[in-house]
């Protein structure tokens, strides 16, 4: 039984930082996509980074381009989002996906349709 679960999220102040951590069992994360969206109170979900491992790619939505970094590990089937100089409006409740693929073309990653695990979310609190 696959099983997708994230963790990490917390309270911090803006400026702050936190790590959230995705891991699956069940399957490889290493071989699939993986993404990070996000989902406020009253808005629609929003796609964050995604990773894929074997092809050695990265994404990042516009909004936390050059403040959060995504990151891999196969000897833990884990995935990181490391998320740096927080502002308020990063508070979201954060789900991890993952995917067979992830292809590079135009818009692909943020397709949450493609994604068929996810986990149960966590939230993150940027507040002072």
């Known amino acids: 039984q696959v099983q997708v679960v994230e963790s990490g999220g917390g309270l911090v102040q803006p400026g702050g930082s936190l790590r959230l951590s995705c891991t699956a069992s069940?399957?490889?994360?290493?071989?699939?996509?993986v993404a990070w969206f996000r989902q406020a109170p009253g808005k629609e979900r929003e796609a964050v980074s995604a990773?894929?491992?074997?092809?050695?790619?990265?994404y990042y939505g516009d909004s936390v381009k050059g403040r959060f970094t995504i990151s891999g590990t196969n000897l833990k089937n884990t995935v990181y989002l490391e998320m740096n100089n927080l502002k308020p409006e990063d508070t979201a409740v954060y789900y991890c996906?993952?995917?067979?693929?992830?292809?590079?073309?135009?818009?692909?990653?943020?397709?949450?349709?493609?994604?068929?695990?996810w986990g149960q979310g966590t939230q993150v609190t940027v507040s002072s």
């Open positions: 996906a993952t995917a067979p693929r992830m292809a590079s073309y135009g818009g692909y990653w943020i397709d949450s349709s493609r994604y068929n695990y």
């Open positions: 069940g399957l490889t994360l290493y071989a699939r996509g």
């Open positions: 990773i894929s491992q074997s092809a050695g790619s990265k």
